[in-house]
């Protein structure tokens, strides 16, 4: 563990998509590289924390000085986070999956030679950011994220009230922005007393700001 500001502080940070079995080869997803949260989680340890990483099946590498926790759906997600309870601060960055299938099986749904599609019934994922932060092991600081692509502001303070948290990093990902998928990212800061952008910068950046920013409230 490095020295810093954040030495003996615990932070949980959520990263990736969750993948919601459709049968044992399909699945739905949301787009999600967890390049973001793995930055996030380097920042914060950068600053002495110690940091589990709680990941869904993402591309990208691994925070090298994280704690990880590997799953797949949003419901092992849930399970996971609540394990790594209690934490200082909490950041969830992860894509989750808003449903998954009723059902799903453990054999390949086979085309029936009619044309007509499978149907499935879909059932909503717990929303792990309300829970955590509504619930009696609620970390000191909570940070959702938002990703908008209009009215970004008014949605992502709205979120905040609805979700519980303390602050929500938001971000303007319409397609003219290049930031779903991209290098870069431009972020408004969302807490109790108003709206703060900050410049685009890189997610390595945007990460370090973040960190920067946790560090400030926590010590
Ligand atoms: O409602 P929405 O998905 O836009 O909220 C985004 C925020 O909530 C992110 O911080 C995301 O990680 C978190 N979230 C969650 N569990 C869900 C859905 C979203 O933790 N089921």
């Known amino acids: 563990l490095r020295d810093g500001p954040l030495r003996g502080k615990r932070i949980l940070v959520t990263s990736g998509p969750t993948h919601e079995p459709i049968d044992p080869v399909r699945y739905i997803a949301n787009r999600s590289s967890g390049a973001q949260g793995t930055a996030i989680a380097e920042a914060l340890s950068a600053l002495g924390a110690e940091v589990v990483f709680v990941t869904g099946p993402a591309d990208t590498p691994r925070p090298i ?31 989750v999956a808003d449903w998954h299938v009723v059902g799903a099986g453990s ?8 044309g007509a599609p499978p149907g499935f019934e879909l059932a909503e994922n717990p929303d792990i950011l309300a829970t955590v932060s509504r619930g009696d092991k609620r970390p ?6 938002a990703a908008e692509t209009d009215d970004v502001i008014a949605h992502a303070t709205a979120k905040r009230k609805r979700k519980g948290c303390d602050w929500i990093v938001a971000n303007d990902v319409s397609p003219a922005t290049g930031i779903m998928g ?5 972020a408004i800061l969302i ?3 108003g709206a703060d952008p900050w410049l685009r ?3 390595a ?4 700001t973040l960190a920067a920013r946790m560090a400030e409230a926590l010590t």
Request: aromatic share 4%; hydrophobic share 50%; glycine share 4%.
């Open 182 to 186: 991209g290098t870069q990212n431009a």
């Open 65 to 95: 000085s994280a704690e990880v926790v590997e799953v797949e759906t949003a419901r092992q997600m849930a399970a996971a986070v609540d394990a790594a309870l209690p934490c200082d601060a909490a950041v969830f960055c992860a894509a």
């Open 201 to 203: 910068m890189s997610k």
């Open 140 to 145: 000191r600081l909570v940070v959702g994220f």
């Open 191 to 193: 807490t109790a007393e």
């Open 205 to 208: 950046e945007t990460a370090a």
């Open 107 to 114: 054999s390949k749904i086979k085309k029936d030679g009619t």
